[in-house]
């Protein structure tokens, strides 16, 4: 059997996880075609927080260079009574977090995280990204896989080493493998804005709390995030409500009432805020079913193609990027013809992974919206932890690294 790294590896989609797994994998010295099906690449959503597992990997891939410009290092998470506004607990991060966890924890711009990913990408010579094309097929061969990309009409065949599936909670390569996961929407609505510091709703919001920080406001009827990006130029809003599925897309347009309505019990500072930042865009939050495999022959999917979660862990991003990392690391140590047994070793390492990180974001989910006896309860054992527990009950969280076999 030829060497399994003189046939590319083909990556379907150019997000965080595409990206990612293509930069991976190129310093491992394999041929990379990325293949992202829209003309121009587009950031969707707005603003990602990068915690000290993720951006230690992107240190070691070469891509925080190219980040650290546009990145805020917050020095604390805030939980604050959406009612009251008052503090309940500060986590430190800042100098705090590279010195416990090993690496900064950043907020970011998707847009800016992208721009870094396709810079470093850009920087190597065996990756090549092609825009406008879309994998429409995959089929057992000879040699492993034939994999059909259609492009301005044309579809031409391709035969990888490995087919990886980084295209998102609705992906096309998931239905091509033995996986039959499918999107499933939760319930819950992500009301998205970015506001300038300098603007109305930014000026609002650094009346109630500290703009370099991230704040997460507590109520039993909706939660919202909030953190600096763009170097501090503005600040990324997420409200999060109950709500009706409004699309198969990332983002639309629903009744602001809706929001208006989950969040009249907040402090009259934290409603006008919400008004000022509008127009706020909606984001129907989905997920996909963990069970099914991640891989079958020569095909990998990572990132939310294969374990999409709800975002109250703050770890999606950082969960692709894992992902992206720790695969071309396992198929990287595999002799030719082992390519199987490295998919399937690979899957065992991430599974336990993700499922404790899933866990964490429902646990989070419940202690945010809580109400009654139980938010009391939660406000006293937050107000019993000293920051230093609260930082050390995220060490198996943010302290994660890559085993030293793999790197």
Known sequence: MPDQRSRPILIAGAGIAGLTAAIAFGLRG?????????????AVGAGIQLSPNATHILKTLGVLDFLLPNAVQPPAVLLRDAASLKLLARIPLGEMADSRWGAPYLAVHRADLQAALVQRAGQMPGVELITGARVTGCTAHAAGIAVAVSKNGDTTTEYPSLLIGADGVWSAIRSLGSANATAAFTGELAWRATVETDSPGGKAFAAIAPTECVTTFLSPTF??????????????????TKGVRISETWSGHADITLLQTSVRRAAARLKAMIELAGPWTVWPVHIVDQKPAWVSQSVALIGDAAHAMTPFAAQGA???IEDAATLAAFVSKVPDGGLADGLNGWERFRRPRIARVTSRGALNKLAWNAGGPVALARNVVLGLRSPQRLAADLDWLYGWRMPTDQL
């Open 30 to 42: 394999y041929p990379v075609r990325l293949f992202e099906q829209a003309e121009q690449l587009q």
């Open 318 to 320: 950082a969960m692709a």
């Open 223 to 240: 939660h919202l995030v909030a953190y600096p990006v763009r170097a501090g130029r503005a600040v990324n809003l997420v409200a999060f």
